[in-house]
């Protein structure tokens, strides 16, 4: 059995994966918004992580569905789960699938499931954009969002290039009937910030000077991108 925990920490939820490194979600909101966390009425198995959020937000109640599946996302466990709602539903995660449905060159019974589901259930895919990167530079997508079909036409999304230095790339969901923020992002070059600050740490120095130091590497390392408008998949 997977052992794992909930935790509430507003504006945070929490799925605390316990029995091995690694793994757990997080998902969260804005402080004007609230939420509640949806009990999972199915079992998990030990590759398969999923939580589940109400959110309220004015006049809004909609469900963000965030999950991880290292071993491939095995919808005959999730299905009825995903397909019990009658409000708004958005679902995230590293599905990791392939199929030509998103343009990989191969499929497998899991992902087979999956598209079958997809295309009988009142969900749509999002994007088609790849969102992993391997060492050899060949691209896939494996962290998917899906949304009711009904909500699609208001919905974009945008698969950034800023990686952060993980091997995935962010993915940007905006919903029109959310207030508009404006699309920016920080980011940081990690391997310069590294660099720069070991050179820092090799001189003798008070612990004050040293953090101002450190503050300004990260500091002149950072800047803020604004993403593009109107550069979205269909």
Request: proline letters at 6%; a neutral charge; hydrophobic letters at 35%.
């Amino acid at each position: 059995m997977k052992i794992t925990s909930f935790v509430h920490l507003k504006p945070y939820f929490y799925l605390d994966r316990q029995d091995r490194p690694g793994g757990g979600l997080i998902t969260g909101i804005p402080k004007t918004a609230s939420g509640i966390i949806i009990p999972i009425n199915f079992s998990h198995n030990t590759n398969q992580e999923i939580l589940a959020v109400e959110v309220f937000y004015k006049d809004l109640n909609f469900i963000i569905i965030n999950l991880y599946a290292p071993q491939g996302l095995n919808i005959e466990r999730a299905k009825q789960f995903f397909d019990s709602f009658s409000v708004p539903v958005f679902i995230f995660g590293d599905f990791n699938l392939h199929h030509p449905l998103w343009g990989s060159d191969k499929s497998s019974p899991l992902s087979n499931d999956f598209v079958e589901w997809l295309q009988n259930s009142s969900f749509v895919l999002n994007s088609s954009n790849p969102t992993y990167a391997t060492h050899t530079g060949s691209a896939s997508l494996l962290d998917l969002s899906v949304c009711f079909a009904s909500i699609s036409h208001g919905v974009d999304c945008y698969v950034s290039d800023t990686n952060f230095e993980s091997d995935h790339c962010p993915v940007i969901i905006t919903w029109s009937k959310l207030e508009h923020i404006s699309k920016k992002m920080k980011t940081i070059d990690w391997n310069r910030t590294m660099s720069q600050s070991a050179n820092v740490l090799t001189t003798k120095t008070n612990l004050n000077v040293l953090t101002r130091k450190i503050s300004e590497v990260i500091r002149d390392n950072t800047k803020i991108i604004t993403l593009p408008a109107n550069n979205y998949p269909p």
